[in-house]
Protein backbone atom coordinates (compact mmCIF):
# COMPACT_ATOMS: atom_id res chain seq x y z
CA UNK A 1 0.00 0.00 0.00
CA UNK A 2 2.96 2.29 0.88
CA UNK A 3 4.46 1.65 -2.41
CA UNK A 4 0.86 2.54 -4.20
CA UNK A 5 0.71 5.45 -2.64
CA UNK A 6 4.28 6.50 -3.29
CA UNK A 7 4.25 5.61 -6.43
CA UNK A 8 1.18 8.18 -7.10
CA UNK A 9 2.59 10.60 -5.47
CA UNK A 10 5.68 10.91 -7.59
CA UNK A 11 3.47 10.22 -11.14
CA UNK A 12 1.60 13.37 -9.61
CA UNK A 13 5.20 15.24 -9.34
CA UNK A 14 6.66 14.11 -12.55
CA UNK A 15 3.14 15.37 -13.74
CA UNK A 16 3.35 18.85 -11.98
CA UNK A 17 6.91 19.25 -13.09
CA UNK A 18 5.91 18.40 -16.44
CA UNK A 19 3.31 21.09 -16.31
CA UNK A 20 5.41 23.46 -14.91
CA UNK A 21 8.53 22.61 -17.93
CA UNK A 22 5.52 23.17 -20.85
CA UNK A 23 4.20 26.44 -18.76
CA UNK A 24 8.16 27.62 -18.98
CA UNK A 25 8.30 26.60 -22.36
CA UNK A 26 5.74 28.59 -23.49
CA UNK A 27 6.53 31.60 -21.68
CA UNK A 28 10.14 30.92 -23.05
CA UNK A 29 8.43 31.03 -26.59
CA UNK A 30 6.42 34.08 -25.88
CA UNK A 31 9.31 36.20 -24.77
CA UNK A 32 11.31 34.87 -27.72
CA UNK A 33 7.93 36.03 -29.74
CA UNK A 34 8.76 39.18 -28.12
CA UNK A 35 12.16 39.03 -28.75
CA UNK A 36 11.71 38.73 -32.79
CA UNK A 37 8.37 41.13 -32.80
CA UNK A 38 10.36 43.97 -31.45
CA UNK A 39 13.40 43.25 -33.91
CA UNK A 40 11.21 43.43 -36.77
CA UNK A 41 9.85 46.98 -34.88
CA UNK A 42 13.16 48.29 -34.96
CA UNK A 43 14.49 46.94 -38.37
CA UNK A 44 11.27 49.00 -40.00
CA UNK A 45 11.71 51.72 -38.02
CA UNK A 46 15.37 52.04 -38.80
CA UNK A 47 14.24 51.87 -42.83
CA UNK A 48 12.04 54.43 -42.37
CA UNK A 49 14.20 56.96 -40.60
CA UNK A 50 17.09 56.25 -43.12
CA UNK A 51 14.36 56.28 -46.43
CA UNK A 52 13.27 59.60 -44.49
CA UNK A 53 16.52 61.48 -44.24
CA UNK A 54 17.47 60.12 -47.83
CA UNK A 55 14.51 61.66 -49.19
CA UNK A 56 15.34 65.04 -46.87
CA UNK A 57 18.72 65.14 -47.94
CA UNK A 58 17.99 64.66 -52.06
CA UNK A 59 15.29 67.26 -51.62
CA UNK A 60 17.61 69.75 -50.14
CA UNK A 61 20.11 69.23 -52.46
CA UNK A 62 17.94 69.54 -55.49
CA UNK A 63 16.88 72.71 -53.91
CA UNK A 64 20.37 74.37 -52.97
CA UNK A 65 21.76 73.20 -56.45
CA UNK A 66 18.44 75.01 -58.07
CA UNK A 67 18.94 78.25 -55.86
CA UNK A 68 22.76 78.28 -56.35
CA UNK A 69 22.37 77.83 -60.61
CA UNK A 70 19.70 80.51 -60.83
CA UNK A 71 21.57 83.40 -58.65
CA UNK A 72 24.58 81.85 -60.77
CA UNK A 73 22.49 82.85 -64.14
CA UNK A 74 21.99 86.31 -62.67
CA UNK A 75 25.22 86.77 -61.66
CA UNK A 76 26.50 86.11 -65.07
CA UNK A 77 24.11 88.33 -67.05
CA UNK A 78 24.17 91.18 -64.63
CA UNK A 79 27.82 91.46 -65.35
CA UNK A 80 27.18 90.96 -69.57
CA UNK A 81 24.78 93.93 -69.48
CA UNK A 82 27.97 95.91 -67.04
CA UNK A 83 30.17 95.15 -69.56
CA UNK A 84 28.35 96.31 -72.46
CA UNK A 85 26.72 99.51 -70.42
CA UNK A 86 28.08 103.11 -70.64
CA UNK A 87 27.55 106.01 -68.35
CA UNK A 88 24.36 105.72 -66.56
CA UNK A 89 23.33 102.79 -67.28
CA UNK A 90 26.77 101.10 -66.27
CA UNK A 91 26.58 102.36 -62.30
CA UNK A 92 22.66 100.82 -62.58
CA UNK A 93 24.61 97.57 -63.73
CA UNK A 94 27.16 97.75 -61.59
CA UNK A 95 24.22 97.98 -58.76
CA UNK A 96 22.63 94.93 -60.41
CA UNK A 97 25.89 92.86 -60.54
CA UNK A 98 26.52 94.04 -56.59
CA UNK A 99 22.83 92.80 -56.08
CA UNK A 100 23.27 89.73 -58.14
CA UNK A 101 26.56 88.58 -56.05
CA UNK A 102 24.87 89.16 -52.79
CA UNK A 103 21.97 86.76 -53.67
CA UNK A 104 24.55 84.41 -54.46
CA UNK A 105 25.83 84.37 -51.34
CA UNK A 106 22.76 84.49 -49.58
CA UNK A 107 21.75 81.37 -51.58
CA UNK A 108 24.98 79.84 -50.85
CA UNK A 109 24.23 80.85 -47.12
CA UNK A 110 21.02 78.61 -47.07
CA UNK A 111 22.51 75.98 -48.94
CA UNK A 112 24.76 75.30 -45.57
CA UNK A 113 21.61 75.87 -43.69
CA UNK A 114 19.90 73.61 -45.59
CA UNK A 115 22.86 70.85 -45.51
CA UNK A 116 23.20 71.40 -41.27
CA UNK A 117 19.64 71.14 -41.19
CA UNK A 118 19.60 67.58 -43.23
CA UNK A 119 22.78 66.65 -41.05
CA UNK A 120 20.23 67.48 -38.09
CA UNK A 121 17.39 65.27 -39.48
CA UNK A 122 19.68 62.57 -40.16
CA UNK A 123 21.42 62.76 -36.48
CA UNK A 124 17.77 62.47 -35.00
CA UNK A 125 16.51 59.59 -36.99
CA UNK A 126 19.79 57.66 -35.82
CA UNK A 127 18.90 58.52 -32.58
CA UNK A 128 15.50 57.39 -33.05
CA UNK A 129 16.65 54.12 -34.51
CA UNK A 130 19.30 53.35 -30.98
CA UNK A 131 16.39 54.47 -29.30
CA UNK A 132 14.19 51.45 -30.74
CA UNK A 133 16.75 49.05 -31.08
CA UNK A 134 17.36 50.06 -26.86
CA UNK A 135 13.20 49.38 -26.68
CA UNK A 136 13.84 46.15 -28.54
CA UNK A 137 16.48 44.83 -26.09
CA UNK A 138 15.05 46.07 -23.04
CA UNK A 139 11.71 44.60 -24.42
CA UNK A 140 13.64 41.07 -25.00
CA UNK A 141 15.59 41.35 -21.25
CA UNK A 142 12.12 41.88 -20.05
CA UNK A 143 10.78 38.55 -21.32
CA UNK A 144 13.60 36.86 -20.73
CA UNK A 145 13.43 37.09 -16.80
CA UNK A 146 9.85 36.55 -17.21
CA UNK A 147 10.81 33.32 -18.26
CA UNK A 148 13.46 32.61 -16.45
CA UNK A 149 11.31 33.65 -13.15
CA UNK A 150 8.63 31.51 -14.34
CA UNK A 151 10.63 28.37 -14.46
CA UNK A 152 12.19 28.80 -11.10
CA UNK A 153 9.15 29.34 -9.40
CA UNK A 154 7.52 26.06 -11.30
CA UNK A 155 10.98 24.66 -9.74
Known sequence: ?????????????????????????????????????????????????MDAAKDMANDAKDAVSTMVADAQNELKAAEE???????????????????????LEAAKNKASEMADDAKDSANEAMDNVKDATNDAIDDAKDAGYKAMNKLKEGN
Open 1 to 49: MKKIVLSLALCALVGISLTSCKEAKEEADKAADKVEAAAEKAEEAANET
Open 81 to 103: TLANATGEAKEKAKAAVDAAKAK
